[in-house]
Every structure is written in C-alpha cells, then in structure tokens.
C-alpha cells in the first residue's frame, strides 16, 4: 500500500514515515502544500495523511483540489487546531477522518486501517490467486492453507504483483510501487528479492505462481490465467 504524508513540520513528517513504513506502507513526503498537491493529484496513493497548515498552499485547498480533480482517495487531516469550525470544514471539503496533534501514531494507523477497511482500496480482500491468499489488513500471508512469514519488502512485493495479477509488471513499475527511493531500474534488488519470494511461494507448492516475462518484468498468474 502506498501513502502519501503532506506535512511541513521534520520531526511528525519523521515519526509518520517510520511508523507508515514499519506497517508495510510506501510512502512519499512532501513538507509544502504545493508539492503535496502536486504528487496527490498525479499518483495513485491509497491514503493521504495531510497537515492543514502548510507552507505554500495550506491544507484546506490541498483537499479542494483533489476533490475538485476527482481524486477520491482517503484522507486523514492532521493539526493543531483543534476547533470545531476547522473540523467542520475540513469535512465539509470531504477530509474522511481528523487527527489532532500531538497525537499517537497507534491511533493514527487504526484510523487508516479504518478508512481502508470502509474505503475502495480494501475492495477484494483477501486477494486470491490460485490457492494463494493473501489477508491485507492482517497482513496474512497463505498458501494451500499454510501460513507464510515474509519481510516487509518480500510483503509488498508480493502484494503490489496480486494487486495485478496478470499484469507484466516492469522493473521500473515495481521500483515505483514497492520501495520509497530512487534506485536505478538496472539494479537487481528485484531479481534479489524475487528470488526470496519464490523460495516462500513456490518452492513448496505446485504450480509456480511467479513469473518471469524475459525483458520486461515480472507477473504473478495461476495456471488457469
């Protein structure tokens, strides 16, 4: 899953991206209101977490726009206002949840599950493919019924392919979704981490589920596909 945090201040941008990303997320920061915008309106986030008061264009219009752009992806506000009116028009704007600081990352990451859970970007869960299942809140991985541990870049690999299963994923593709840096495409820290997965997937079971398309990428198909 990826997340996007719009927030200026270094040390919550911090304390929210460790958390995000110990639970598995992806995630991009932007410390302005511009940027943020910018990166909500052009990319495919599955939750927002976004600061009011910003340097450059503040929350409030962030959240216009991306309601203005047809951009329906959840969002969490976060501030130190905590007054009714601002919370009032932070929903009005269609903000999903309000978070006031100082606030607990916990509480912070079950209200994300929450709105993920009632949102678009839990529709289908678990994924299956074959007798592959895979749990995305719990972050439950199975196989013919057997439970399979994976590292946190081995689980969103795996997720990020049976969200498209099917789909010749490319190299760049998976970079883009699956880790939260600019590496050069030619690396093989996929091939690495594929190889990892199928040892866990496939391995053991028949038939392979992970494939490789020669000079593309990479596709998670059963056999019927």
């Known amino acids: 899953m990826r997340a996007l945090v719009i927030e200026d201040e270094p040390a919550v941008a911090g304390f929210v991206g460790k958390g995000l990303r110990e639970a598995s997320f992806v995630v991009e920061l932007a410390d302005n209101g511009i940027d943020g915008c910018r990166l909500a309106l052009t990319n495919d986030y599955d939750v927002v977490v976004l600061d009011l008061m910003l340097p450059g264009k503040d929350g409030f219009k962030v959240l216009h726009d991306l309601r203005r752009g047809e951009k329906q ?17 932070g929903l009005d ?14 509480e912070l990451l079950a209200r994300i599950r929450a709105l993920l859970r009632r949102g678009r970007a839990m529709v289908g869960n678990p994924i299956v493919v ?15 019924g057997t439970r399979i541990d994976l590292s946190a870049n ?4 795996l997720e990020y392919l049976a969200r498209n299963a099917g789909c010749v994923l490319s190299r760049t593709m998976i970079l883009e979704h699956v880790w939260d840096m600019n590496q050069d495409p030619m690396t093989n820290v996929i091939d690495v981490h ?32």
Do not use: M
């Open 130 to 144: 074959s007798d592959l299942t895979i749990d995305i809140l719990a972050r439950d991985v199975r196989r013919g």
């Open 93 to 106: 704007l269609g903000a999903d949840d309000y978070l006031a600081k100082p606030f607990s990352f916990a």
């Open 73 to 89: 992806t959840p969002v969490i506000c976060l501030t130190a206002r905590d007054s009714v009116d601002d919370r009032v028009k």
């Open 154 to 157: 081995e689980y969103r690999l």
């Open 194 to 225: 594929v190889n990892r997965l199928r040892k866990k997937i496939d391995a053991r079971f028949d038939p392979p589920l992970i494939h490789t398309v020669r000079g593309v990428g990479y596709v998670l198909r059963s056999a019927e596909s």
